[in-house]
């Protein structure tokens, strides 16, 4: 009971990323499609629409297939799905497949020419086709125009011409926007693009003219929020019925865990369907589409030249996020964090993970409740996260059981899924990142004084002052005062300040008064703040003139590599480390986490020696 598969692609996937269904992203257990619980197939012959609308399909844990498009009028459901013919389904030998993503260029340019200097650019990035913007043109003339595109064009083109109403540019008549689409499919385009409110009546007028390779996407966009899962499975529906091969559904990221809920349309759809979550907060979506069964995804040629929020580069997504090594396999990995756009982790943690060949990706993350987050995604396919602003101590709180280490510290900077039962392991890898490097830079010092004896710290005795008491404040405080060292805690909130000092046995500054601390010269300084990092980096902790009592000045912040802080200090005759230094060792820490394998450290160095 196989049907055809005509869904020509246009890469060959790699055996590994020949799927099996998606598995949820989601906590919600009648929403997973297991690779037991395979959906359910009704050939239109068989039922009536009187018996199918006895089955309360609402019910129904997997979703249900019709290989009949006419019985869903009856039968509107958020759990019903139409075979298409343009994937292979074969229910009972227990096969599904479907392929990987692949990557669209949006091609936005004022002229003809321009836009196919930018398909050829597409191609050399790496892109498998390219999307036309017809409604960037500032000239159009469309039989002579098309043809040149569609001739020129090195990759399969999809033609969009979007009109102001559905957040495009184009403002002239409807009736020649229509014309212009149907126009492009008889001169040979892969795809064109269009709404679902015209969708009908257009598929209607191209009927039985539609050449075989030909496919019509038909789109909504919303770019104020993300629907309930059953609203998304309604529209998608209603999108099936306009007569859509491929359905595409863009929406708006108001939390990243919206994104879960088109996780969860994709891996259960049953026609082709790209669905991606608009804003940075959707970001994920456009990275993991082979894992969720997204059709595709859009990678810019050029950063910023976006033709929707939140894209990134065709090289982002290559390069920075292996995504032809994404398959439904892959576990996800990610900085939790809020900012996290700056975060230098994905790109070293994924060419580590290449490195050894590890079925990973690691992506940013951009968090707003923590809580709410491990709670959405709480599938073992999401394996392990780093935490960072302002998360580390909420992420104490949200894991099951908690490393001794961290748990002193009282913050958590890496969360592992344990595979066995699901449950949140909780350790700290900045103690070990930030005190071995500050340790380094004393022992490369040239100050003899520096280093008491080659087998206990050259901490030791030393008065270590730490500007910051949150997640690195503490870590960092904690290791010194293991280390013998008399820590001195400066905050911004006192109170903080206080806490942490009393918990560890220092004493506590108010940060204005930090320029006038000075008990003895030789100091450490470790700024754990915020403070200079990008795109602050005008901001300093201290005053230049109070660095002279300091021996030693880190600074925890890495972007940029060396801050105000740390060129201020090393102007001052200082030792200087950067934060870089306890960026690399706390990573390859979180790698042995994360993996379970020896961290690939050179690799680590390398890349880092890039930044
Ligand atoms: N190099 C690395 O590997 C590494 C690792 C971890 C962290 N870091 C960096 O360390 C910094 C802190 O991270 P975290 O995770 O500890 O963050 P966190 O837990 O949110 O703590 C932030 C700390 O910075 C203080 N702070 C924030 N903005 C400030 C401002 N404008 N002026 C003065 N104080 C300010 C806060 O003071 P209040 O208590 O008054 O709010 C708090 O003490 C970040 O820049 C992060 O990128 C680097």
Same mark, same amino acid.
């Given at each position: 009971?196989?049907?055809?598969?005509?869904?020509?692609?246009?890469?060959?996937?790699?055996?590994?990323? $020949?799927?099996?269904?998606? !598995?949820?992203?989601?906590?919600?257990?009648? $929403?997973r499609?297991?690779?037991?619980?395979?959906?359910?197939?009704?050939?239109?012959?068989?039922?009536?629409?009187?018996e199918?609308?006895?089955?309360?399909?609402?019910?129904? !844990?997997?979703?249900?297939?019709?290989?009949?498009?006419r019985?869903?009028r009856s039968?509107?459901?958020?759990?019903?799905?139409?075979?298409?013919?343009?994937?292979?389904?074969?229910?009972?030998?227990?096969?599904?497949?479907?392929?990987?993503? $692949?990557?669209?260029?949006?091609?936005?340019a004022?002229?003809?020419?321009?836009?196919?200097?930018?398909?050829?650019?597409?191609?050399?990035?790496?892109?498998?086709?390219?999307?036309?913007?017809?409604?960037?043109?500032?000239?159009?003339?469309p039989?002579?125009?098309?043809?040149?595109?569609?001739?020129?064009?090195?990759?399969?083109?999809?033609?969009?011409?979007?009109?102001?109403?559905?957040?495009?540019?184009?403002?002239?008549?409807?009736?020649?926007?229509?014309?212009?689409?149907?126009?492009?499919?008889e001169?040979?385009?892969?795809?064109?693009?269009?709404?679902?409110?015209?969708?009908?009546?257009?598929?209607?007028?191209?009927?039985g003219?539609?050449?075989?390779?030909?496919?019509? =996407?038909?789109?909504?966009?919303?770019?104020?929020?993300?629907?309930?899962?059953?609203?998304?499975?309604?529209?998608?529906?209603?999108?099936?019925?306009?007569?859509?091969?491929?359905?595409?559904?863009?929406?708006?990221?108001?939390?990243?865990?919206?994104?879960?809920?088109?996780?969860?349309?994709?891996?259960?759809?049953?026609?082709?369907? &790209?669905?991606?979550?608009?804003?940075?907060?959707?970001?994920m979506s456009?990275?993991?589409?082979?894992?969720?069964?997204?059709?595709?995804t859009?990678?810019?040629?050029?950063?910023?030249?976006?033709?929707?929020?939140?894209?990134?580069?065709?090289?982002?997504?290559?390069?920075?996020?292996?995504?032809?090594?994404?398959? !439904?396999?892959?576990?996800?990995?990610?900085?939790?964090?809020?900012?996290?756009?700056?975060?230098?982790? !994905?790109?070293?943690?994924?060419?580590?993970?290449?490195?050894?060949?590890?079925?990973?990706?690691?992506?940013?993350?951009?968090v707003?409740?923590?809580?709410?987050?491990l709670?959405?995604?709480?599938?073992?396919?999401?394996?392990?996260?780093?935490?960072?602003?302002?998360?580390?101590?909420?992420?104490?709180?949200?894991?099951?059981?908690?490393?001794?280490?961290?748990?002193?510290?009282?913050?958590?900077?890496?969360?592992?899924?344990?595979?066995?039962?699901?449950?949140?392991?909780?350790?700290?890898t900045?103690?070990?990142?930030?005190?071995?490097?500050?340790?380094?830079?004393?022992?490369?010092?040239?100050d003899?004084?520096?280093?008491?004896?080659?087998?206990?710290?050259?901490?030791?005795?030393?008065?270590?002052?730490?500007?910051?008491?949150?997640?690195?404040?503490?870590?960092?405080?904690?290791?010194?005062?293991?280390?013998g060292?008399?820590?001195?805690?400066?905050?911004?909130t006192?109170?903080?300040?206080?806490?942490?000092?009393?918990?560890?046995?220092?004493?506590?500054?108010?940060?204005?008064? $930090?320029?006038?601390?000075?008990?003895?010269?030789?100091?450490?300084?470790?700024?754990?703040?915020?403070?200079?990092?990008?795109?602050?980096?005008?901001?300093?902790? &201290?005053?230049?003139?109070?660095?002279?009592?300091?021996?030693?000045?880190?600074?925890?912040?890495?972007?940029?590599?060396?801050?105000?802080?740390?060129?201020?200090?090393?102007?001052?005759?200082?030792?200087?480390?950067?934060?870089?230094?306890?960026?690399?060792?706390?990573?390859?820490?979180?790698?042995?986490?994360?993996?379970?394998?020896?961290?690939?450290?050179?690799l680590?160095?390398? =890349?880092?020696?890039?930044?």
């Amino acid at each position: 009971m196989a049907s055809s598969s005509t869904n020509a692609r246009l890469t060959n996937p790699p055996p590994h990323l $020949l799927s099996t269904p998606r !598995p949820s992203p989601t906590s919600v257990a009648n $929403l997973r499609l297991p690779a037991a619980d395979f959906p359910l197939l009704f050939k239109s012959n068989l039922f009536s629409s009187a018996e199918l609308s006895s089955l309360r399909i609402r019910s129904v !844990p997997v979703p249900v297939v019709f290989s009949d498009r006419r019985l869903l009028r009856s039968m509107k459901s958020s759990n019903v799905y139409v075979a298409s013919d343009s994937m292979e389904t074969e229910i009972g030998s227990q096969k599904l497949a479907k392929n990987p993503s $692949l990557i669209c260029a949006p091609v936005m340019a004022d002229s003809v020419d321009k836009m196919v200097v930018e398909t050829c650019k597409a191609q050399d990035l790496g892109a498998d086709l390219v999307e036309i913007r017809l409604d960037s043109l500032k000239e159009f003339n469309p039989l002579e125009d098309l043809k040149i595109i569609i001739q020129k064009s090195p990759l399969p083109t999809l033609f969009t011409y979007r009109p102001k109403w559905e957040g495009g540019q184009y403002e002239g008549d409807e009736k020649e926007r229509l014309d212009v689409l149907r126009l492009a499919m008889e001169l040979g385009a892969e795809y064109i693009d269009v709404e679902l409110q015209v969708a009908s009546e257009f598929i209607k007028s191209i009927k039985g003219k539609k050449p075989a390779n030909f496919r019509v =996407i038909v789109s909504s966009h919303n770019y104020e929020s993300t629907p309930s899962v059953e609203d998304l499975n309604d529209l998608a529906l209603r999108i099936q019925q306009s007569g859509a091969d491929i359905v595409k559904i863009a929406t708006t990221a108001v939390d990243i865990i919206d994104v879960a809920r088109m996780f969860h349309l994709t891996s259960n759809a049953q026609v082709p369907t &790209i669905g991606l979550v608009m804003g940075e907060r959707g970001l994920m979506s456009r990275i993991l589409c082979s894992k969720f069964g997204g059709y595709l995804t859009f990678g810019t040629i050029e950063s910023g030249k976006v033709s929707a929020p939140g894209q990134p580069t065709i090289k982002e997504l290559l390069d920075l996020y292996n995504f032809r090594r994404i398959g !439904p396999d892959t576990k996800v990995y990610g900085i939790i964090g809020k900012p996290v756009s700056h975060s230098k982790s !994905p790109i070293i943690h994924n060419q580590a993970f290449k490195s050894v060949d590890f079925d990973g990706v690691y992506v940013h993350l951009l968090v707003d409740d923590l809580a709410s987050f491990l709670k959405t995604y709480s599938s073992s396919d999401f394996a392990g996260f780093s935490c960072t602003i302002p998360h580390k101590e909420a992420a104490l709180k949200c894991c099951d059981e908690v490393d001794p280490l961290a748990k002193s510290i009282g913050a958590v900077n890496t969360i592992l899924r344990r595979q066995s039962d699901g449950k949140l392991l909780g350790y700290n890898t900045d103690c070990i990142g930030s005190i071995s490097a500050i340790e380094d830079g004393l022992r490369r010092s040239s100050d003899p004084s520096s280093v008491p004896s080659s087998s206990s710290s050259p901490l030791a005795g030393k008065t270590v002052v730490v500007i910051g008491a949150g997640g690195a404040g503490k870590a960092l405080a904690y290791g010194a005062k293991e280390k013998g060292a008399k820590v001195v805690i400066a905050n911004r909130t006192y109170e903080r300040a206080l806490e942490l000092a009393e918990a560890i046995g220092g004493r506590a500054l108010a940060l204005k008064d $930090l320029d006038n601390f000075h008990p003895e010269d030789g100091m450490v300084l470790a700024n754990t703040t915020s403070m200079g990092m990008q795109p602050n980096v005008n901001e300093t902790p &201290i005053s230049k003139d109070a660095l002279k009592h300091y021996a030693l000045v880190f600074d925890a912040v890495y972007t940029p590599r060396i801050t105000r802080l740390l060129r201020e200090a090393e102007e001052c005759g200082a030792i200087t480390v950067s934060g870089s230094e306890m960026f690399v060792r706390q990573a390859y820490e979180q790698f042995e986490i994360f993996t379970g394998l020896p961290a690939p450290k050179e690799l680590y160095w390398q =890349i880092m020696s890039k930044y």
